[in-house]
């Protein structure tokens, strides 16, 4: 019983950090989704003004990670949608501080 217990008390902290190294990781993806939304901003812009479409689609177009980069075994289940709220807030902030200029 007690080899037992102990091995169940072993391998709650494995699981736990396993799931903070894939929070890690999304983390990371999401940093460089921010920064390439960022980056390509004026290109959006440009899109925008000349009407050819919907800026945040553009920015998924350019801005979304590739597949490999989110294999399941680094990153974990990523939620669904989580890409483009993150791009959608980011290019907010950066019209927000456009217009605040």
Not at 64 to 83: E, M, Y
Request: aromatic content about 4%.
């Amino acid at each position: 019983m007690r080899i037992a217990i102990t091995l169940l008390l072993a391998i709650v902290p494995w699981s736990a950090s396993a799931q903070i190294g894939q929070h890690e990781k999304l983390d990371e993806i999401i940093a460089g989704l921010r920064a390439c939304v960022r980056t390509h901003a004026p290109e959006a812009q440009a899109t925008s003004a000349k009407g050819i479409g919907n800026t945040v689609d553009y920015l998924i177009k350019v801005c979304s990670p590739p597949i490999t980069d989110l294999d399941p075994a680094k990153v974990g289940a990523v939620p669904p949608g989580l890409f483009r709220v993150a791009i959608t807030e980011e290019w907010n902030t950066i019209a927000g501080e456009t217009r605040a200029r």
